[in-house]
């Protein structure tokens, strides 16, 4: 009797300590996942102000991801911005009358990120992104503003366009629209583009708006988007990368009707908020995406504008 009771006592402590040892691992399983998520969340990262990173189609940090994502923080005192045009002089420069000279020239990402008119305050930037199209006569064609000064084309009042306002850095906004903002400081730093899919926080599948080519073929996407939060998230997705791209069913060139899983997830992923404004920039040949001394995607077609971001 005394054998079988003190078998059961041993038996009883063993199960003790082994659902502590359990309940502990499984705590720290916990915290470190908890570290992990935390880790991930630009918006919980006081020391973040800018974040390069690619991912797949369901928003998931991946080496081989098709998206290539740049987040940042607006507000943030470390950054600085400004856009650049293709032009054939030094940009802001004026005539012997006094009036802007708009001399245009077509230029490739790699010129247009590169040249003389890129440089702010004598540095390169840090990120840069393709964004308008590029009329016959080398002409930007939507709404573009940069550091106040404009270089707008045709379709400037019809087409939807990104901007920067000016101002101190807490008061900084990010914005999606079309043509002019109410408030001047707003107007400081533009992009045109086109394609709005997202306006006011709800999606829209504009395949049929951009009609069959596209839509459809031609398939590689420069884009950006603001979520309610205030951060941005610029997003290219070309299978032409110069970096490692592995294609699957889950990371693939986009059709309209992705956009809102892949931007809704990143927005998650890091804890960005929820999708607010969403834009299409030039398309087809003309995708391009810089960040750290690295030219993630180039492709063969003149820019109208680029927009770029300055490390102070």
Same mark, same amino acid.
């Given at each position: 009797? $005394?054998?079988?009771?003190?078998?059961?006592?041993?038996?009883?402590?063993?199960?003790?300590?082994?659902?502590?040892?359990?309940?502990?691992? =499984?705590?720290?399983? !916990?915290?470190?996942?908890?570290?992990?998520?935390?880790?991930?969340?630009? #918006?919980? !990262?006081?020391?973040?102000?800018?974040?390069?990173?690619?991912?797949?189609?369901?928003?998931?940090?991946?080496?081989?991801?098709?998206?290539?994502?740049?987040?940042?923080?607006?507000?943030?005192?470390?950054?600085? $911005?400004?856009?650049?045009?293709?032009?054939?002089?030094?940009?802001?420069?004026?005539?012997?009358?006094?009036?802007?000279?708009?001399?245009?020239?077509? =230029?490739?990402?790699?010129?247009?990120?590169?040249?003389?008119?890129? %440089? %702010?305050?004598?540095?390169?930037?840090?990120?840069?992104?393709?964004?308008?199209?590029?009329?016959?006569?080398?002409?930007?064609?939507?709404?573009?503003?940069?550091?106040?000064?404009?270089?707008?084309?045709? &379709?400037?009042?019809?087409?939807?366009?990104?901007?920067?306002?000016?101002?101190?850095?807490?008061?900084?906004?990010?914005?999606?629209?079309?043509?002019?903002?109410?408030?001047?400081?707003?107007?400081? !730093?533009?992009?045109?583009?086109?394609?709005?899919?997202?306006?006011?926080?709800? &999606?829209?599948?504009?395949?049929?708006?951009?009609?069959?080519?596209?839509?459809?073929?031609?398939?590689?996407?420069?884009?950006?988007?603001?979520?309610?939060?205030?951060?941005?998230?610029?997003?290219?997705?070309?299978? #032409?990368?110069?970096?490692?791209?592995?294609?699957?069913?889950?990371?693939?060139?986009?059709?309209?009707?992705? $956009?809102?899983?892949?931007?809704?997830?990143?927005?998650?992923?890091?804890?960005?908020?929820?999708?607010?404004?969403?834009? %299409?920039?030039?398309?087809?040949?003309?995708?391009?995406?810089?960040?750290?001394?690295?030219?993630?995607?180039?492709?063969?077609?003149?820019?109208?504008?680029?927009?770029?971001?300055?490390?102070?």
């Amino acid at each position: 009797m $005394f054998n079988r009771n003190f078998i059961g006592i041993i038996l009883i402590v063993i199960g003790i300590l082994s659902f502590r040892s359990y309940q502990e691992q =499984k705590s720290s399983t !916990n915290i470190r996942k908890e570290k992990t998520s935390s880790d991930n969340c630009v #918006r919980e !990262n006081a020391n973040t102000s800018i974040k390069f990173l690619k991912t797949n189609n369901l928003g998931e940090t991946s080496n081989q991801g098709i998206n290539h994502v740049i987040i940042f923080n607006p507000k943030s005192k470390e950054l600085d $911005f400004k856009v650049n045009v293709g032009l054939a002089h030094k940009i802001y420069a004026k005539n012997d009358s006094g009036k802007l000279r708009q001399e245009y020239v077509p =230029k490739l990402f790699r010129e247009i990120i590169g040249d003389e008119n890129a %440089l %702010l305050n004598g540095k390169k930037p840090i990120a840069a992104i393709n964004a308008d199209y590029i009329d016959p006569d080398d002409k930007p064609q939507g709404l573009n503003i940069s550091r106040g000064i404009e270089y707008s084309g045709d &379709f400037k009042d019809k087409r939807s366009s990104f901007g920067i306002s000016g101002g101190e850095p807490s008061q900084r906004q990010a914005t999606i629209g079309v043509g002019r903002r109410n408030k001047d400081i707003l107007n400081y !730093n533009m992009v045109g583009g086109n394609g709005r899919f997202y306006s006011n926080g709800e &999606f829209k599948d504009i395949c049929e708006a951009l009609g069959e080519f596209a839509c459809k073929k031609a398939i590689n996407r420069s884009m950006a988007a603001v979520t309610d939060k205030g951060y941005v998230i610029l997003l290219v997705n070309d299978s #032409r990368a110069n970096s490692d791209v592995k294609l699957t069913e889950v990371n693939r060139e986009l059709l309209p009707d992705m $956009f809102d899983d892949v931007l809704s997830s990143i927005a998650r992923n890091n804890c960005l908020g929820k999708v607010q404004e969403g834009i %299409l920039f030039d398309g087809g040949e003309s995708p391009g995406l810089y960040y750290d001394n690295k030219t993630y995607v180039e492709n063969l077609g003149a820019i109208g504008s680029v927009f770029l971001i300055y490390k102070k």
